[in-house]
T-cell receptor, first 115, second 112 residues
Framework: NAGVTQTPKFQVLKTGQSMTLQCAQD?????MYWYRQDPGMGLRLIYY???????DKGEVPNGYNVSRLNKREFSLRLESAAPSQTSVYFC??????????????FGPGTRLTVT | GDSVTQMEGPVTLSEEAFLTINCTYT??????LFWYVQYPGEGLQLLLK?????DKGSNKGFEATYRKETTSFHLEKGSVQVSDSAVYFC???????????FGAGTILRVKS
């Protein structure tokens, strides 16, 4: 049981290049998320997917696109990378419980530098 | 909108000292509250949670009590260890939304 996995762990891009960050979970969770973490700003939600086939914008979606490929996988694409997208990216998954019993499980992160 | 405010760090303590990291929140309705911990080079892990007023979450010697009257969820530990050095995030989840709102995080450094 690997939990949430992310690839790659590190990436350096030049301004204008594109790339896709991959995320997969093996816990059969319906909901998946992409966050970025910047110093002093906590985690900010980029996009999320409440269930397979649906995606919604979070707090900071500009410059990103996502694909919920199936229940397991949720990818994040940068079409034209900018230095402002230098950050650590975390994928997470969760199972919704109407009673409030809820936990998000996080992957190990991808450290992206855009030069 | 919903928000979480944490005390700024870094917090530097000696081993066996008492720890408090303050967290207050603003939210509509009655949120669930969480503390997550991030060890160096890793993702976030749930440390503890509380789902209703006066609930106390506890784990690994850490505790936090959901105080509705002061909209707070302060994290405490009686005796910290060097291995507790990490970044601690307070977060809330509003009941009808399947999303977490995080505070900025507080860096804790424990010296031996």
């Amino acid at each position: 049981n690997a939990g949430v996995t992310q690839t790659p762990k590190f990436q350096v891009l030049k301004t204008g290049q594109s790339m896709t960050l991959q995320c997969a979970q093996d816990m059969n969770h319906n909901s998946m998320y992409w966050y970025r973490q910047d110093p002093g700003m906590g985690l900010r939600l980029i996009y999320y997917s409440a269930s397979e086939g649906t995606t919604d914008k979070g707090e900071v979606p500009n410059g990103y696109n996502v694909s919920r490929l199936n229940k397991r996988e949720f990818s994040l694409r940068l079409e034209s990378a900018a230095p402002s997208q230098t950050s650590v990216y975390f994928c997470a998954s969760s199972e919704y419980s109407p009673t409030g019993s809820y936990e998000q499980y996080f992957g190990p992160g991808t450290r992206l530098t855009v030069t | 909108g919903d928000s979480v405010t944490q005390m700024e760090g870094p917090v530097t303590l000696s081993e066996e000292a008492f720890l408090t990291i303050n967290c207050t929140y603003t939210a509509t309705g009655y949120p669930s509250l969480f503390w997550y911990v991030q060890y160096p080079g890793e993702g976030l892990q749930l440390l503890l949670k509380a789902t209703k007023a006066d609930d106390k979450g506890s784990n690994k010697g850490f505790e936090a009590t959901y105080r509705k009257e002061t909209t707070s969820f302060h994290l405490e530990k009686g005796s910290v260890q060097v291995s507790d050095s990490a970044v601690y995030f307070c977060a809330l989840k509003v009941r009808v939304r399947n999303k977490l709102v995080f505070g900025a995080g507080t860096i804790l450094r424990v010296k031996s």
